[in-house]
Structure formats: structure tokens, C-alpha cells
């Protein structure tokens, strides 16, 4: 028996790891471009995925091969998405803060709401409803651009899109994900999460170097060349998706996705020791909603 708070606590692991790798791609965006930086978590997170996977099979004395059509179209969705979401936040975060970057992309638990509902047919309950727009009021009182950025007119709002934009590709990477879990129908579903994430990593890692070797060879060298900052950050990104599939596992996309908005206070705590970025009053406010949204879901 699954005890019933375990998906919550998979989900605030995996907030708090993938802060740090947010983080530590975007000290990388400066050596090794857009790319290269979304490039680092897949290609040197797969190695820490294939390495859990087999501690265990072993141990569990369980293989599957994920040869489903559906299993592999979903995980294949997944993975794609993921990507181009990846992208997006880390061009964000050229023109904005690190925090604000954060709160653009949080916008996705509407959005994974929606297409939970239209692909998966699980429709969130009242309460969770309720917390799910709270919360992402929180987020959006958070990204609201200051008055003085209004004079800037069309270029104030180019982050902001496409900090929202990366959010429904997180949305749609989120639901590829928990769908092509299930459709491995495991007994186990650690055997069946850490078999999804090894196969989109490795879809992933294969689709990226293909494209950096084919024309932009020189950052593909170079990220081999970064490798101390590149392996910590894929150590990272692998250990938050771990428990990110973890979660998808047991919990609807929704609900983990809306408890995730925690990240924003992780965030912050990033922000203000790393990137020395001070936060507003409004910003507070904000991060409070979010609380409250988070509250309303675990009692939901």
C-alpha cells in the first residue's frame, strides 16, 4: 500500500532539486548558449538515471522494455516538449530574474489542468480547482511587469510570454510523461517511472547532440569542456526528475505540478543568496497566494 502523502513529499524533493539546476544552467547560458545549457541536463543526467535504474532492477529483480507504441509516443511527447520548454525558460532568463523566470513558467498548472482533462480524462475536484487558480494568481501578481516597464512597450511583455509559452510546453511534457507511465502498466510503478525517465533522457540526449554536432559543433565541445558545472547540473536534473516521475506515478499531473509551485519560495531563497536580487512587496504577496493554493490542495 502506497501511503497517501508519499507523492507530496516525491514532489517538494524534486522542487527543491530542480531549483539548483535552474540555477546552475543559468550560470551556464553565458559559455555555452541556450542550447548548449538545455543540452547539459539531458546529456549528463542520463549516465545518473541508467546507474538508478539498474540499482533497481537489481534489486527488485524486474526488467521492462518499453516497446508499447503508446508508452513510447507519450514518453517521445514528453521528452520533446520538455526540450523546447527548457529552451524557453532559459532565454527568459537572459531578460529577466531568475525568480520572475520561475514565475512565468508556473503559470502550467492551468494549463496541465486542461490538458489532463482533454487527454487523460482526470478532471481536478472543487477544492483542487480553487487551489489550482490561487495559486497561479500568486504566480501571476509574482510576474506582473512593474509600471515602468509599460513605457517599454512591446519588449516588456516578450519575456513574459515566453516565460508562459515554456510553461505550456512543461504542461504538455508533465502529461506525456504520467501517460506513458501508466501505459507501461508495471506492478511497480519505481520500476515504471524509472524506465520512462531512462528512455526520455536518452531520446532526448540523442536528438540534442545530433542537432549541436550537425551545426553547432563548437558548443557541443565546449559543454564537454564545462564539465565540472555541466555534471553537477545533471546530476541535479536527474535527481529532481527522478522524483518528478516518481510522483507522476501515483499522483495525478495536476495536483503534483500545483504543489510544485513551492518552487517559487525555493526561488527565492536562490535568488536572494545567489543572484542577489531583492524581492518586491507585491512579490511577497504573491508567494503568499501561492501558500495558500498549496494549503487548499493537500487538503483537497
Request: glycine share 8%; charged share 10%.
Amino acid at each position: 500500500m502506497i501511503p497517501t502523502y508519499l507523492w507530496a513529499v516525491f514532489t517538494v524533493t524534486a522542487s527543491g532539486a530542480q531549483t539548483l539546476r535552474n540555477a546552475m544552467q543559468r550560470e551556464l547560458i553565458t559559455s555555452l548558449g541556450t542550447v548548449g545549457a538545455t543540452h547539459v541536463r539531458f546529456l549528463f543526467g542520463l549516465p545518473v538515471a541508467v546507474v538508478f535504474l539498474g540499482l533497481v532492477q537489481y534489486s527488485t529483480a524486474t526488467v521492462i522494455v518499453p516497446k508499447d507504441p503508446a508508452a513510447l509516443s507519450w514518453i517521445l511527447l514528453g521528452a520533446l516538449t520538455q526540450i523546447i520548454a527548457t529552451a524557453l525558460m532559459l532565454a527568459t532568463m537572459k531578460a529577466r530574474s531568475f525568480v520572475v523566470t520561475i514565475a512565468y513558467t508556473k503559470t502550467e498548472p492551468v494549463q496541465v489542468a486542461l490538458f489532463a482533462t482533454l487527454f487523460l480524462g482526470e478532471r481536478p475536484t472543487g477544492l483542487v480547482l480553487m487551489a489550482i487558480l490561487i495559486a497561479t494568481l500568486g504566480v501571476m501578481l509574482i510576474s506582473w511587469p512593474k509600471s515602468s516597464q509599460f513605457t517599454d512597450g512591446v519588449s516588456a511583455w516578450q519575456p513574459a510570454c515566453l516565460g508562459i509559452v515554456a510553461g505550456g510546453f512543461f504542461a504538455l511534457s508533465a502529461i506525456g510523461f504520467r501517460a506513458g507511465i501508466l501505459a507501461l502498466h508495471s506492478p511497480s510503478f519505481v520500476i515504471a517511472a524509472s524506465t520512462s525517465l531512462v528512455t526520455g533522457l536518452a531520446i532526448q540526449t540523442l536528438l540534442l547532440s545530433l542537432y549541436l554536432i550537425a551545426f553547432d559543433r563548437k558548443t557541443f565541445i565546449a559543454i564537454f569542456r564545462s564539465w565540472r558545472p555541466s555534471l553537477l547540473a545533471g546530476f541535479m536534473g536527474a535527481f529532481a526528475s527522478q522524483f518528478w516521475f516518481l510522483a507522476f506515478a501515483i499522483a495525478n499531473a495536476a495536483s503534483v505540478r500545483t504543489l510544485a509551485l513551492i518552487e517559487m519560495i525555493f526561488a527565492q531563497l536562490i535568488s536572494r543568496r545567489a543572484f542577489a536580487q531583492t524581492t518586491s512587496k507585491r512579490e511577497f504577496a504573491g508567494m503568499a497566494l501561492i501558500i495558500v493554493g498549496v494549503v487548499l490542495l493537500l487538503n483537497g
